[in-house]
């Protein structure tokens, strides 16, 4: 299976939108809607920021939202701030029975 | 408030087989959860290791499944993961998660993470 695509970087000023994207195949991403997102700060655990595609964990910010078009998905983050500095991966699990994580996007505040 | 902690060997020579045990605390390990191993190699991204079920059923990556077992250990609360025949591309940071019937194939709690350096 191979990594999911993402861009390697995005950048926005606080107060901005910014939308990370995440390809696939009809084995993962579009195969069912069990695409995650996760967030990292350098030096820290991840941290599970968006489920099933377009749902919030408990106590995560809604300026955090996800959707899915085909084989791609989506994180959007609204209102940026400089605490959403990171770098943010995008995960499906596929029709294996296997889960996939993104490359990887670094997420900057301007 | 369930949390995990990894531990492990820190530094292991190539071709040994390298082992990982991370510990459940805060609540059960026999419950409708899917316990994860994820790594990391320095500056770059996430990768999939494998999951195991209390019941026993295990997922592992296509790409690892040779060199890789997982086993769980209900009566002291811990999952360990077995690597076989590393090298230096096994140098990671090595995470476990848990994956909940609460956050559908999301994994929502992580482990701070163990680093594991293959150097003769």
């Known amino acids: 299976q191979s990594a999911l695509t993402q861009p390697p970087s995005v950048s926005g000023s606080p107060g901005q939108s910014v939308t990370i994207s995440c390809t696939g195949t009809s084995s993962d991403v579009g195969s069912h809607n069990r695409v995650s997102w996760y967030q990292q700060p350098p030096g820290t655990a991840p941290k599970l920021m968006i489920y099933?595609?377009?749902n919030r964990p408990s106590g995560v910010p809604d300026r955090f939202s996800g959707s899915k078009s085909g084989n791609t998905a989506s994180l959007t983050i609204s209102g940026l701030q400089a605490e959403d500095e990171a770098d943010y991966y995008c995960s499906s699990y596929t029709t294996s029975d296997t889960y996939v994580f993104g490359t990887g996007t670094r997420v900057t505040v301007l | 408030q369930v949390q995990l902690q990894e531990s492990g060997p820190g530094l292991v020579k190539p071709s040994v087989t390298l082992s990982l045990t991370c510990v459940v605390s805060g609540g059960s390990i026999s419950s409708t959860n899917w316990w994860n191993w994820v790594r990391q190699p320095p500056g770059k991204g996430l990768e999939w290791i494998g999951q195991i079920h209390q019941s026993g059923n295990i997922d592992y990556n296509p790409s690892l499944r040779s060199r890789v077992t997982m086993s769980i250990d209900k009566s002291n609360k811990q999952f360990s993961l077995k690597l076989s025949s590393v090298t230096a591309a096994d140098t990671a940071v090595y995470y476990c998660?848990?994956?909940?019937?609460?956050?559908?194939?999301?994994?929502?709690?992580w482990g701070q993470g163990t680093t594991v350096t293959v150097s003769s």
């Open positions: 998660a848990r994956g909940t019937v609460q956050t559908p194939f999301g994994m929502d709690v």
């Open positions: 099933e595609v377009s």
